[in-house]
Structure formats: C-alpha cells, structure tokens
C-alpha cells in the first residue's frame, strides 16, 4: 500500500509539474501572439493611413503642376475676350456660333479647372501633408522617399516660384512610395507567418 501511494503522489507531482509548465508555455505563447497582432494591426493601420496620405498628396502635385498656368492662361484669354468686347462695344446678337461656343466652352474650361484646384490640396497644404509624412518615416530605412518629399516642400514652399517652374519628378514619389509600403506589407506577412 506504502508504494502504491509514493506512486501515486508521484504520478500526482508530475502532473501537476506538467500542467504548470503547459500553463506557463501557453500563457507566454499567448502573450508573444497577442503582441504580434497588436503590432501587424498598427502596422495595417499605418500602411493604410500613409496610403491614404500619398494618394492626396500625389494626386494635388498633378493637378497643381498641370493644371496651374493652365488656369492663368484661360482666365487671361478669357479677361483679354471680356476686354476686346467690350472696347468695341458688340451687341450680343453680332457673335457667330464658333465665338459663343468658344467662350462658352473656354468658361466651362476655366470653371472646371477651378473645382479641380479647389478640390485637392493648397500649395500650404501640399507642404504641411508632405511634412506629416516625412515624419511618419524611419529616417534611416525610408530615406529615398523623404528625400523626395523634402524636394516637394522646398519646392512648394517657396511662393516666389511659379508652379510652372517647379521641376518634380512624381514618378520618382510615386515608385518610392510603393517601395516603402511594400516593404511595410512584407513585414505584416512575416509577421504574421510567424505566429
């Protein structure tokens, strides 16, 4: 009966030895897993607002840098129009076809043009959401990409230049950008393989 109970207390000391070392492996595992989600979900949610953040400012560069002096240029034809008519003092009625529908059309050029410009980022904005997003980047891994926004802010920020004159190169931005956000997805996907 003696070895039956040293048997048994043992076979009881063991389990319980092994059910503690169970719990404590299963409690670290579930803490290193609960910490790498939390870390891939920040990073989801980074990746995600630094896209969004791109996109706006990317997409403001191009209409800035097209559409600009476009602007100027139909709005001093347009004025230049306004002021010829009026020195010679036509009636309405003596316009042709062609000239109505290419002031009409110049108008709508102008018009929809402005909405555009409206629409997307001042140059102050364009400056401001390029330094949120120069800081959101590490300034050793990402420093092709904060190059790129630095020209951005050099070049918009300085008022005396004319938006034609402004020399960027956006595909540079735009293949950098994709460079870092990749970079950041692969590391959500080994983070995640890891689990």
Known sequence: MD??????????????????????FTRKNLKTSKYIDTITSERIKWIQVVRTDLTELVSSLLIHLKNTEYLVDMINEKERQDYTNYVVSREPDSYSDEELQGYSELQRN????????????TRSGIV????????RFNPVEDIDIINQLNKVIESFADYSKKTSEIDFDISQLTDKSQEVLKREWDKVKNEVNKK
């Open 3 to 24: 070895t039956f109970l040293k048997i048994l207390s043992t076979s009881a000391l063991t389990g319980l030895v092994a059910s503690i070392l169970t719990i404590w």
């Open 110 to 121: 102008i018009e929809s043009t402005e909405n555009a410009l409206k629409n997307v980022l």
């Open 128 to 135: 401001n959401k390029a330094t949120l997003l120069k800081l």
